[in-house]
């Protein structure tokens, strides 16, 4: 089964799958992905190390997809480097996904209100200090 795009809807599909492993074929295309950014992050970050069969094929299960998935977002929509990616993989180790992008735009909301209240300061000491 191959699919072309990615979306929340045909991923929870995949992963409800009874299937237990995955060639990197099937992974690639769940992930959105090209086979060989899939070993190329094999090599940047320790945490994705899929299993090899015995004619030494990858083998990708559940939790690896989820490790990759990980990555794609750190790398993708938070525009990580790969150096400050692996950084942040070591502390979201055992964090889900959908947990870190929550605790993120919770982070980014507390930092907006902070400087848009020092804005706000700024703006009355201006207008109180202009002469009318």
């Given at each position: 089964?191959?699919?072309?795009?990615l979306?929340?809807?045909?991923?929870?599909?995949?992963?409800e799958?009874?299937?237990?492993?995955?060639s990197?074929?099937?992974?690639?295309?769940?992930?959105?992905?090209?086979?060989n950014?899939?070993?190329?992050?094999?090599?940047e970050?320790?945490?994705?190390?899929?299993?090899k069969?015995?004619g030494?094929n990858?083998?990708?299960n559940?939790?690896?997809?989820?490790?990759?998935?990980?990555?794609?977002?750190?790398?993708?929509?938070?525009?990580?480097?790969?150096?400050?990616?692996?950084?942040?993989?070591?502390?979201?180790?055992?964090i889900p996904l959908?947990?870190?992008?929550?605790?993120?735009?919770?982070?980014?909301?507390?930092?907006?209100l902070?400087?848009?209240?020092?804005?706000?300061?700024l703006?009355?000491?201006?207008?109180?200090?202009?002469?009318e």
């Amino acid at each position: 089964m191959r699919i072309l795009r990615l979306d929340k809807k045909y991923f929870t599909v995949i992963m409800e799958n009874k299937k237990l492993y995955y060639s990197i074929s099937e992974a690639s295309d769940f992930l959105g992905l090209q086979a060989n950014t899939l070993r190329y992050w094999e090599t940047e970050f320790s945490v994705l190390a899929p299993a090899k069969n015995r004619g030494g094929n990858r083998v990708y299960n559940k939790k690896d997809i989820e490790i990759a998935e990980k990555i794609k977002y750190l790398l993708y929509e938070e525009e990580f480097t790969i150096k400050g990616a692996v950084k942040m993989m070591k502390k979201l180790k055992s964090i889900p996904l959908d947990t870190y992008k929550k605790t993120r735009n919770l982070m980014l909301d507390k930092n907006f209100l902070a400087d848009f209240e020092k804005l706000c300061v700024l703006l009355k000491k201006t207008t109180v200090a202009s002469p009318e």
